[in-house]
């Protein structure tokens, strides 16, 4: 609140009475002497140093209320505009939440991706050593391990284009879905029946 124009307003208001109150007959303010004129000052009736002095009272009190409204109003917008700075905040930490979120979640589908690929050459290329000894079994298993690599591989990339879906979408909950269970799932069974294939 600007108090020193209150202030202003207090001592105007002041001044206003001391000055009505001369008017309606008080003390005469303190003047240097003057030479006698021979013509006597009447002082004006009190019913208009009455009125004189209503009307200044409320110009005055009129000043002071747009006074107190024009701070009240400044101080609602600036409440205003803190209030708009902390949404804007807290919408940028859950938005790099989000962000942090997803890319911890790409970053695991990328590696279950990485590892089923890496798994997959591994079992083909053991599959081409022992294409002369293996029995017709391994061969049925090691098949199998094969489409359950891939099929991770695939799920783990389904999984990860979910996620930047949600990620752009600006969803509040980061989920790659089943793909995203499925692949890791996938990507075991297939590590699993490679590795019982060398038994055959």
């Known amino acids: ?3 020193g124009a209150v202030l202003k307003g207090f001592d105007t208001v002041m001044v206003l009475l001391d000055t009505a109150k001369r008017l309606r007959g008080g003390a005469p303010p303190p003047t240097a002497p003057r030479a006698e004129t021979g013509l006597q000052t009447t002082a004006p009736p009190s019913g208009l140093a009455t009125q004189l002095e209503a009307s ?3 110009v005055v009190v009129a000043a002071l209320k747009e006074a107190f409204d024009r701070d009240h109003a400044r101080l609602e917008l600036e409440r205003a505009q803190l209030e708009e700075q902390r949404r804007r905040a807290e919408e940028a930490m859950r938005a790099e939440l989000r962000r942090h979120a997803a890319d911890r979640e790409i970053g695991r589908l990328r590696l279950l991706a990485g590892t089923a690929l890496v798994g997959w050459i591994a079992s083909v290329a053991m599959f081409v050593v022992r294409l002369a000894s293996s ?3 391994s061969r049925v298993i090691i098949a199998v391990a094969w489409l359950l690599l891939l099929g991770a591989l695939g799920a783990a990339f389904t999984a990860q284009g979910r996620v930047s879906a949600d990620t752009a979408e600006g969803r509040s909950s980061i989920d790659a879905g089943p793909a995203g269970a ?3 799932w996938l990507l075991v069974a297939g ?3 490679s590795a019982i294939s060398l038994l055959f």
């Open 182 to 184: 499925a692949a890791l």
């Open 56 to 58: 200044l009272t409320n």
């Open 191 to 193: 590590l699993a029946l």
């Open 1 to 3: 609140m600007n108090f």
């Open 135 to 137: 029995s017709p079994a």
